[in-house]
């Protein structure tokens, strides 16, 4: 990573703010020196994600995660670490030296940054064509047809590509654009058929050898929360199969993890708490017209967890709004489990049967809308609705089968109260005892869920010595008491192996610059103990700066009593056995052993000893 020196990456973190840069993707509150959201990385109802301003950094007592604001991004928005760098770079306006790349280094990083600028000319191609030419006519007749005002078509880049064959492919030529790129984003494709391989760089084709691939189609641009696009949709304006068609998922689109609208939703689904999830770029645009703005859809895939977990950042309010139609229940249905599993509150609006949320709306129905937005129903009580329609619940069997079907589902809620609330709402509704439901699941829910482990991977490991703990902890926040520590030549005697080799990690640190500060020591180690330092580093001590040192002593004392315990106990037991085997003569140099051990106990004990050395 030549172009990057260490200074520069200083330079970079110390004009980023790391709060900004979080609240792209939390809803951060700020409680006393610190802000507080829900974690990106793990589920969770309760914050436990924390960033400190002050200190450059973020921890999550929850799940572990924690470093400065180059190891969010990366970790939050898979960058490599100099795309992390570049990205923080260029937001707060430091200039990077050119790169000097190997070719192979060239192309792993600079890639994806071609793929976004390949969509991005793309994507003004497009919408130059829908607003300013005259190809671009069938287009926008089709977008006033649709009721799309100019309003919507500018803010979400609308775009159409004309009902030709290579539009694009010319334009990507003039624009000197590596058509072999173009191809992998899915935005044209080689007339006959050629692997990967026969496309070596520097090997040409030239521009009748391609085609395009969205033809006589209207353009909806997708948006990552970077504002950079990563794909398309587009649907076809005359007839044509198929309706619509999709940017294949690539470096840079991830279906599973993209909403459309989101960049745009954000900040007034943060607002309102609530955000409406539909499934269409239509649907999503007419909302989005009717000033339903915090509003996203899902992208022709159904919700997955990682969507879920995406919204949560902003609200835990989640309103499904799909058609009211047999496939619209099942998406509602599907969307179930995962609301449980997140642990967020999911209702769904429920329209009138055959309608939509784009034609509804479009009908001058935005009052009843609004009304029945307030009125969502819970999707578990959309879910038991469903259950006792489908089966008889007057009949055994009827109610055999609705229990096996909720209890399952209920099965899947990881909160205990909650889960037992549900239980119960589905017994009253089958008008059964609880323990009928239990009975048929063949054990409790409450089980199924015990053995299934619950807690984040550091919950089991969190087990450190207490002295050692404190002096780590006192070590990453006052560096300044390190000197102390390397003088008492403590660090060998720590009995966690972790925590010596952050500590080891710290004290070399200090040793080498003199001063540190956190971010520059994350900074050194490695991704699986950024997280326990920055943790350490979080954890207000609320000491007084007197306090501190009576503390830090008391620690070195009780570790290295504690070590001398372990070593006197041993050698106890040798010089047990060799008195046992009356061996003289190896009985002299224990005994020796031992007199020192107690020789180091009462010089540890010497408080003032400790001070003036
Ligand atoms: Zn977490």
Redesign the pocket.
């Known amino acids: 990573m030549g172009f990057l020196s260490e200074e520069k990456v200083s330079e970079i973190r110390d004009r980023s703010s790391i709060l900004e840069v979080v609240s792209d993707y939390v809803t951060l509150k700020k409680t006393g020196k610190n802000y507080k959201g829900l ?1 990106p ?2 589920a ?1 109802k309760t914050p ?2 924390m960033v400190n301003e002050e200190k450059q950094i973020f921890h ?1 007592f ?4 924690g470093g400065d604001a180059f190891t969010f991004l990366m970790k939050v928005g898979h960058f490599s670490f100099p795309q992390a760098v570049e990205e923080l770079a260029k937001r707060y306006g430091v200039k990077l030296p050119s790169r000097e790349l190997s070719p192979a280094q060239k192309k792993d990083t600079a890639q994806r940054e071609v793929l976004f600028q390949i969509n991005q000319i793309a994507s003004d191609y497009f919408h130059d064509l829908l607003t300013q030419r005259r190809e671009g006519e069938e287009g926008r007749k089709y977008i006033t047809q649709r009721g799309i005002s100019r309003e919507i078509l500018t803010e979400h880049r609308l775009g159409y590509s004309a009902d030709r064959w290579n539009g694009l492919v010319h334009h990507l030529l003039e624009k000197k654009v590596s058509l072999e790129l173009a191809w992998k984003l899915g935005l044209i494709f080689p007339k006959s058929k050629v692997g990967d391989s026969t496309l070596r760089e520097g090997q040409k084709l030239d521009a009748s050898s391609w085609y395009d691939a969205f033809r006589g189609r209207l353009l909806f641009p997708i948006f990552d929360l970077h504002q950079r696009i990563v794909g398309f949709g587009g649907r076809v304006i005359r007839e044509g199969h198929p309706k619509y068609l999709n940017s294949p998922e690539s470096s840079i689109y991830h279906k599973g993890e993209i909403l459309y609208g989101l960049p745009m939703a954000k900040r007034y689904a943060a607002e309102k708490d609530c955000v409406m999830i539909a499934e269409g770029y239509f649907d999503l645009l007419t909302l989005h017209q009717y000033g339903l703005k915090h509003s996203v859809a899902t992208l022709g895939t159904a919700l997955t967890p990682q969507h879920v977990r995406t919204l949560k950042r902003y609200t835990r309010n989640l309103i499904t709004v799909f058609d009211a139609d047999p496939a619209g229940d099942q998406a509602t249905l599907r969307s179930l489990p995962l609301f449980l599993e997140e642990e967020v509150a999911g209702k769904t609006i429920i329209l009138p049967r055959g309608e939509d949320p784009d034609g509804f709306l479009r009908q001058g129905n935005l009052g009843d809308f609004e009304k029945r937005a307030e009125h969502a129903v819970p999707i578990i009580d959309f879910f038991f609705e469903r259950l006792t329609k489908v089966h008889d619940v007057k009949s055994v069997d009827g109610k055999v089968e609705i229990a096996k079907e909720g209890v399952a589902l209920l099965g899947k809620i990881p909160d205990k109260i909650r889960r037992d609330f549900y239980t119960k709402a589905l017994a009253e509704r089958l008008d059964v005892k609880e323990s009928f439901l239990y009975e048929i699941l063949g054990s409790s829910p409450r089980e199924a869920s015990k053995s299934r482990g619950e807690g ?1 991977k550091s919950s089991g490991e969190r087990t450190f010595p207490k002295s050692e703990e404190m002096m780590v902890h006192l070590m990453a926040q006052h560096p300044e008491v390190i000197p102390i520590i390397s003088r008492e030549d403590v660090l060998k005697e720590f009995e966690n192996p972790i925590l010596q080799k952050i500590a080891e990690a710290l004290e070399d640190l200090y040793e080498k610059k003199g001063r540190f500060n956190l971010p520059q020591a994350l900074a050194h180690f490695d991704e699986d103990l950024k997280g326990r330092v920055s943790e350490f580093a979080l954890q207000e001590d609320g000491l007084e700066e007197g306090d501190r040192e009576k503390i830090l002593e008391d620690c070195i004392q009780k570790i290295r009593e504690k070590r001398i315990k372990k070593e006197k106990g041993e050698l106890q037991k040798r010089i047990k056995e060799v008195d046992q085997q009356q061996e003289d003569k190896r009985l002299g140099p224990l005994l020796k052993q031992k007199l020192e051990l107690a020789r180091q106990r009462e010089k540890g004990l010497q408080k003032d000893g400790f001070r003036k050395r």
């Open positions: 974690c990385f793990h969770e436990s994600f999550c929850g799940c572990g995660e984040g």
